[in-house]
Nanobody
Framework: QVQLVESGGGSAQSGGSLRLSCISS????????MGWFRQVPGEEREGIAA???????FYSDSVKGRFTISEDHAKNTLYLQMNDLRSEDTAMYYC????????????????????WGQGIQVTVSS
């Protein structure tokens, strides 16, 4: 019943911007911890941003200052605004959710999250 569907991916130039959306249904986004993760083939999945049920945000060092996670509670949708894109941002991006409120040390850990979208490709060209 919980469903997460990513949209807004595609191609961008280095220095450009994209906005990813995670359209959510079957639960209330504001009451879950929500996160964005990315994965390059052959590498481990990386947590890059999360927002908990109190609105507290967390970012990996690799995206801090460039990406912003937010929620539109009226639309029950999670967003990731991606600015100043770099070629190393190229990856499959996933949104995820969980009912629990993690300790901050778990907020960017993929294994904590129980619900996942199917992913969407982001490609950044130089």
């Amino acid at each position: 019943q919980v469903q997460l569907v990513e949209s807004g991916g595609g191609s961008a130039q280095s220095g450009g911007s994209l906005r990813l959306s995670c359209i959510s249904s079957g639960f209330t986004v504001s009451t879950y911890v929500m996160g964005w993760f990315r994965q390059v083939p052959g590498e481990e999945r990386e947590g890059i941003a999360a927002i908990d049920s109190d609105g507290v945000t967390f970012y990996s060092d690799s995206v801090k200052g460039r990406f912003t996670i937010s929620e539109d509670h009226a639309k029950n949708t999670l967003y990731l605004q991606m600015n100043d894109l770099r070629s190393e941002d190229t990856a499959m991006y996933y949104c995820a959710a969980d009912t629990r409120k993690p300790h901050k040390s778990w907020s960017l850990v993929p294994g904590f999250f129980g619900y996942w979208g199917q992913g969407i490709q982001v490609t950044v060209s130089s």
